[in-house]
């Protein structure tokens, strides 16, 4: 075989870019917030200029796990997101100010945020390397203004919370049992689908569906993760 021809890998498609400004629920901007930008285990961290502005160039065409840390008070703004080429992508993400709600000795209802309910004790929280063991848990409802994108989630979603400490997995493969205060205007009976962001797969991961109730709420097993979540009417 005489041909010198070789095979080579297609190159990498890296055309796309991400920009955008992170403020405070009032809309003042944050200066040196801790940001994070992975795909699969390769990250980049990078912080907010003293306007609040951030950019990354050179993003894959890929799903990503964009993380915005919060400050003292504050829960870390998570999304998973997914480029184009050649595409640059405005995300203004605003850090909300947190509920902090005491983990329990033992596990009980705690109603976290506005409309979510969590049963947490304990000892249900696995704990991360280097982190501190979780003893509160902090939970924001974000107004719709300012909602994470949320990618290729068909449906209209109708309500977004923020939920830390961010990315501490429950102990039991089973989850954190759940409950949601139906949405205002929602008939009883009606299915609506629950959604986490995942850092491990940079993916909303689907949690199944809830259906709405006579009592007010509606329970659903297996919140797997703290991260954002997601109510959708599909």
Do not use: H, K
């Amino acid at each position: 075989d005489t041909d010198a021809d070789t095979d080579t890998a297609p190159a990498e498609d890296t055309s796309a870019a991400l920009q955008g400004t992170v403020t405070d629920v009032s809309g003042q901007p944050i200066a040196s917030a801790q940001l994070r930008f992975c795909r699969g285990l390769v990250c980049r961290n990078g912080t907010t200029g003293s306007d609040g502005s951030y950019a990354f160039d050179d993003v894959a065409v890929d799903w990503v796990s964009f993380e915005v840390g919060g400050g003292r008070g504050q829960v870390t703004a998570f999304a998973p997101l997914r480029f184009a080429s050649q595409e640059t992508r405005t995300v203004d993400v605003a850090v909300q100010d947190a509920i902090v709600t005491r983990i329990p000795r033992s596990a009980a209802p705690l109603d976290v945020a506005p409309g979510l309910r969590l049963t947490v004790g304990e000892g249900d929280l696995e704990e991360i390397p280097f982190q501190d063991p979780a003893t509160d848990i902090l939970a924001a409802r974000v107004d719709p203004a300012q909602w994470v994108p949320t990618d290729e989630i068909g449906g209209t979603v109708l309500a977004q919370w923020s939920v830390g400490p961010f990315d501490f997995p429950a102990v039991d493969a089973a989850g954190l049992p759940m409950a949601f205060e139906n949405p205002y205007g929602v008939a009883e009976g009606v299915d609506l689908r629950v959604y986490v962001g995942s850092y491990d797969t940079s993916r909303w991961e689907d949690l199944g569906t809830v259906t709405t109730g006579a009592s007010g709420w509606t329970s659903v097993g297996g919140r797997p993760l703290l991260s954002t979540a997601l109510l959708v009417q599909e």
